[in-house]
């Protein structure tokens, strides 16, 4: 079975050297989203098996993505690795 990881963070070539090593190193089927709104949206739809957050994002960043995720029953047992 492949895991499924969500990938949230606003640059865009951390973003594909992240999903390009998880893809092609582990064989793990890679989300994204570019912001942590988007993130919280995808993570309720999609349900991944473990988020990749960035820390230092504009508007909403990775404490308060984190802290949104954990209030959500869907979302809130998903682990989540910072950046």
């Known amino acids: 079975m492949t895991k499924r ?3 949230i963070d606003d640059e ?3 973003r594909e050297v992240a999903q390009m090593s998880l893809e092609f190193i582990l064989n793990w089927q ?3 989203a570019q912001s ?3 993130g ?3 993570a309720s739809q999609e349900l991944p098996d473990a988020i990749l957050l960035d820390v230092m994002m504009p508007e909403l960043d990775g404490l308060m993505t984190f ?3 954990q209030i959500n029953p869907k979302t809130k047992h998903i682990p989540v690795i910072l950046l």
């Open 5 to 7: 990881i969500l990938l």
């Open 40 to 42: 919280i949206l995808k």
């Open 12 to 14: 865009d070539d951390i």
């Open 36 to 38: 942590g709104q988007e």
């Open 30 to 32: 890679v989300i994204t």
């Open 67 to 69: 802290q949104k995720l």
